[in-house]
């Protein structure tokens, strides 16, 4: 059978690049459909009189544009259209009650949160505690010099029973600005740093921009694995350790207390800095306790108000031993100066008049009430979910790719996240997605998209991948 050959004539610059560009063309133009398999990268090369070399890299330079895919042992898969890189940009963050419905952004329920904005803002406007100094929430703040926002950062990280002191606790827009300001303090460019293989994916082109070296470390039912840490620990010196033990992004994993305490015991045996995102931890009663407490001298913990109470207030905390927590704060002076004082006013307002357990509470509730709801429509299938969690992990039956559902569901107006996007090394991703509950506001529209899915995956598999060419 004739194997794909890209029409190299008349193409400038780097050879692997001019395939690159053939491949998109050829995709475009309905040459190489869906599924396809491109020839082995050695029989390309040797077909093109190039390099294996050339082939290779234009194969994983195809792969980071999401024109294809690798499945490991199977071969190099042409893609359908809307992969993750699309779908990210496609799909707005609006809640529409129309239109597709979107189970692929991990945001909160929007709940009561605008009702008692508009209570604390009325009563911040009528002096609000502040004394008559209103103004000192629009001025230049010195990052330096403990304020009330520091004061709010302290009561948060009480909330989650991570212990402080105030040289310790730094205040940063959401728990995002919390890692990169992290990276930015912590890595130089050139540094190794380690992550789970499947991971939150702005992390992946936060490295890229900082000129970081990313490893993934193998994950199972209960988050990354210590032995892996181990061995890539002894084998190089990486920098430090990213993760989310705590309804890990994406597959929803709790890590139990024996592994947490056996991940941080290694991280001290190979003096390795841990960065924990507890940005879900807030919504779990029933957590191990967080790395910070099993290890405060290695770990630098984030938190935010994202998740339980709005998304849009942009409230962050991280905690950090004293002398790294100071590296953290000249990272936020950089990028932001300060963060807006009035933002952690609020939140600090809720946090003392009981709106931030109830909102959380609230979030809880909507939570379970939507675990329930899609536990009884994948009834019968592995998911992988915890009931106050707002994501769920769903690995995919046999014969089914994650490309081929995520194409398939939003033919059919769903939109989900297959677990490439996640992916520190996408070819290796493995056949699963993510589905989020509690972005859509509408119950009914979330049942029918789960609905939607489950009738899929009863169906025949719409596998990407037995056209050869
Ligand atoms: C693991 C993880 N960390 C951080 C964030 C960002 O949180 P924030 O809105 O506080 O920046 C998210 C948001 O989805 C997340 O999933």
Redesign the pocket.
Same mark, same amino acid.
């Given at each position: 059978m004739a194997i794909w050959v890209p029409d190299l004539t008349g193409r400038r610059g780097p050879a692997y690049l001019a395939i690159v560009e053939a491949l998109a063309e050829d995709i475009a133009a309905g040459a190489l459909a869906p599924g396809a398999r491109l020839p082995p990268h050695r029989e390309l090369a040797h077909a093109l009189g190039l390099s294996p070399n050339t082939t290779s890299r234009a194969y994983a330079e195809a792969v980071a544009r999401a024109l294809v895919r690798g499945e490991v042992g199977r071969g190099t898969f042409v893609r359908a259209p809307g992969g993750p890189a699309e779908a990210a940009s496609a799909a707005d963050l609006r809640r529409a009650a129309s239109g597709p419905i979107d189970l692929s952004r991990?945001?909160p329920n929007r709940g009561a949160a605008g009702e008692h904005l508009g209570r604390t803002l009325e009563w911040l406007g009528h002096d609000g505690g502040r004394n008559g100094d209103l103004q000192g929430l629009l001025d230049y703040h010195d990052a330096a010099e403990p304020d009330r926002a520091a004061a709010v950062a302290l009561a948060w990280l009480a909330r989650l029973g991570v212990p402080a002191s105030a040289d310790e606790a730094v205040v940063t @827009? %959401?728990?995002?600005?919390? /890692?990169f300001a992290s990276l930015l303090a912590l890595t130089r460019p050139g540094d190794l740093i380690l992550t789970e293989a499947l991971t939150?994916a *702005?992390l992946k082109a936060m490295a890229a921009r900082l000129g970081l070296t990313v490893r993934g470390l193998p994950l199972d039912a209960d988050g990354l694995r210590p032995e892996a840490l181990e061995a890539l620990c002894a084998d190089h010196a990486p920098r430090l350790a990213y993760l989310?033990p705590t309804l890990q992004?994406p597959t929803a994993a709790i890590m139990p207390e024996s592994r947490r305490r056996a991940l941080v015991e290694v991280a001290g045996r190979h003096d390795l800095l841990l960065i924990e995102?507890d @940005?879900?931890g807030p919504l779990v009663l029933d957590a191990p306790p967080p790395l910070a407490r099993l290890a405060p001298d290695r770990v630098v913990y /984030?938190s935010?108000?994202?998740?339980v109470l709005a *998304?849009g207030l942009?409230v %962050?905390v991280a905690r950090a031993p004293a002398p790294l927590a100071a590296a953290l704060r000249g990272a936020v002076t950089l990028s932001c100066w300060m963060a807006p004082p009035l933002m952690a006013e609020i939140a600090g307002r809720w946090i003392a008049d009981g709106t931030a357990t109830r909102l959380t509470e609230a979030q809880r509730a909507v939570a379970r009430r939507r675990q329930a709801l899609a536990a009884h429509a994948f009834d019968g299938l592995e998911i992988r979910a915890h009931p106050c969690g707002l994501h769920l992990w769903l690995p995919l039956p046999t014969g089914w790719t994650a490309d081929a559902l995520r194409a398939e569901a939003a033919t059919q107006g769903v939109r989900v996240t297959e677990a490439a996007a996640f992916a520190v090394d996408p070819a290796a991703a493995p056949e699963a997605v993510r589905l989020c509950l509690s972005h859509e506001p509408d119950e009914d529209r979330l049942s029918r998209g789960l609905d939607t899915i489950r009738r899929i995956l009863d169906g025949p598999p719409g596998r990407t991948g037995p056209l050869v060419m």
């Open positions: 991990n945001l @827009v %959401g728990a995002q600005h919390a /890692l939150y *702005p989310t992004t995102d @940005v879900f /984030l935010s108000t994202s998740k *998304p942009r %962050g």
